[in-house]
T-cell receptor
Framework: DGGITQSPKYLFRKEGQNVTLSCEQN?????MYWYRQDPGQGLRLIYY???????QKGDIAEGYSVSREKKESFPLTVTSAQKNPTAFYLC??????????????FGEGSRLTVL | SQQGEEDPQALSIQEGENATMNCSYK?????LQWYRQNSGRGLVHLIL?????REKHSGRLRVTLDTSKKSSSLLITASRAADTASYFC????????????FGAGTRLFVKA
């Protein structure tokens, strides 16, 4: 089935450690996104990528890093510089181009807890 | 930054009643979308309305858009307990690629 796969679903990290969240899609979408969601809140954009080997900062990029070496993959690293990393992280993709709509397809999320 | 405000933050209704959620936004848009999120899950796209449209229907969903007031509303008719979820509006703007920004959401509780 086509879709977006995020892993791991749950992750625990000690303070000071970097952690990488995986996001893979087989929808042949050009654009991929990472959002952060805090309890009872909406989604905030961390990073997005419209094409392979290119990405842009969203509204809350500090303390995060990404790469886009393959069309299918857009991993997010939460670094030790992120002061409050405990959150629910959502990856999404969409078909890009002017004829598209920006409709997003989401993975099931990764819940990161810093101990 | 969040794109705008959603109102109400939470809504509790009886099964069979209609639910109306409102969304305001601040910038130009190409389209506005509504998503649903069950607790602890990813978001699912419900319906999209383009900036040159005023109203759209899909099953029990009705969306309106007023670009002069920068606002939208989502109406769910004849609600069911299974409609219990959080609902988010999101605005999309094309600037060489789409950037989609979400509101804070409305939590809907439908009592059986």
């Amino acid at each position: 089935d086509g879709g977006i796969t995020q892993s791991p679903k749950y992750l625990f990290r000690k303070e000071g450690q970097n952690v990488t969240l995986s996001c893979e899609q087989n929808l042949n979408h050009d654009a991929m996104y990472w959002y952060r969601q805090d309890p009872g809140q909406g989604l905030r954009l961390i990073y997005y990528s419209q094409i392979v080997n290119d990405f842009q900062k969203g509204d809350i990029a500090e303390g995060y890093s990404v790469s886009r070496e393959k069309k299918e993959s857009f991993p997010l690293t939460v670094t030790s510089a992120q002061k409050n990393p405990t959150a629910f992280y959502l990856c999404a993709s969409s078909g890009s181009g002017r004829g598209g709509t920006g409709e997003l397809f989401f993975g099931e999320g990764s819940r990161l807890t810093v101990l | 930054s969040q794109q705008g405000e959603e109102d109400p933050q939470a809504l509790s209704i009886q099964e069979g009643e209609n639910a109306t959620m409102n969304c305001s936004y601040k910038t130009s848009i190409n389209n506005l979308q509504w998503y649903r999120q069950n607790s602890g899950r990813g978001l699912v796209h419900l319906i999209l309305i383009r900036s040159n449209e005023r109203e759209k229907h899909s099953g029990r969903l009705r969306v309106t858009l007023d670009t002069s007031k920068k606002s939208s509303s989502l109406l769910i008719t004849a609600s069911r307990a299974a409609d219990t979820a959080s609902y988010f509006c999101a605005t999309a703007l094309y600037t060489g690629g789409f950037k989609t920004i979400f509101g804070a959401g409305t939590r809907l509780f439908v009592k059986a």
